[in-house]
């Protein structure tokens, strides 16, 4: 097994750092878009992989992959409006830490960086590595459109 890094470029919010921190460290509001359709579309870009039974609450989401069982990621410390750190466990073939960092820019503009440490064997970097790193940068576009509240 080896450790991988993957970076996302940065990317720009246009709402203040707290809502953004306060939004996204509550895995309640995962339950929002993570639906059958968006499971689907995960499943038709790594057919080998089908995840259902999706749920989450405030520090973690579960979820099935099909043959390997159930797995979870957790949030593992939250750094008010800076960090949010994620952690994996159950039987995912790959262990994975996952930082949201956030610096603000101005009053109303938030700079964020995903960066996912994932520890696998190779031929899973093979199969995957690839994929990683544009789901990375798939992930941090989409935060950046989330439909974060007003204060």
Same mark, same amino acid.
């Given at each position: *097994?080896?450790?991988?890094? &993957? $970076?996302?470029? #940065?990317? /720009?919010?246009?709402? %203040?750092?707290? #809502?953004?921190?306060? &939004?996204?460290?509550?895995?309640?509001?995962?339950?929002? &878009? @993570?639906?059958?359709?968006?499971?689907?579309?995960?499943?038709?870009?790594?057919?080998? #992989?089908? @995840? $259902?039974?999706?749920? !989450?609450?405030?520090?973690?989401?579960?979820?099935?992959?099909?043959? *390997?069982?159930?797995?979870?990621?957790?949030?593992?410390?939250?750094?008010?409006?800076?960090?949010?750190?994620?952690?994996?466990?159950?039987? =995912?073939?790959?262990? @994975?830490?996952?930082?949201?960092? =956030?610096?603000?820019? !101005?009053?109303?503009?938030? %700079?964020?960086? /995903?960066?996912?440490?994932?520890?696998?064997?190779?031929?899973? %970097?093979? *199969?995957?590595?690839?994929? =990683?790193?544009?789901?990375?940068?798939?992930?941090?576009? *989409?935060? $950046?459109?989330?439909? &974060?509240? %007003?204060?």
């Amino acid at each position: *097994m080896g450790l991988s890094k &993957y $970076t996302s470029e #940065i990317k /720009l919010i246009d709402h %203040k750092d707290e #809502i953004v921190f306060n &939004y996204l460290s509550n895995f309640e509001h995962l339950s929002e &878009y @993570i639906n059958d359709g968006l499971l689907q579309k995960v499943t038709q870009q790594v057919p080998q #992989i089908k @995840i $259902t039974n999706f749920e !989450s609450d405030q520090d973690s989401c579960r979820f099935s992959i099909g043959g *390997m069982g159930q797995s979870e990621i957790r949030i593992v410390n939250r750094e008010p409006f800076k960090t949010i750190k994620l952690a994996s466990s159950g039987s =995912l073939p790959v262990e @994975i830490t996952f930082w949201i960092q =956030l610096l603000p820019v !101005s009053e109303n503009q938030t %700079k964020m960086k /995903l960066t996912l440490h994932a520890e696998m064997g190779m031929m899973i %970097k093979m *199969m995957a590595g690839n994929k =990683l790193e544009e789901g990375v940068n798939q992930l941090a576009d *989409m935060l $950046t459109r989330l439909p &974060y509240p %007003k204060e």
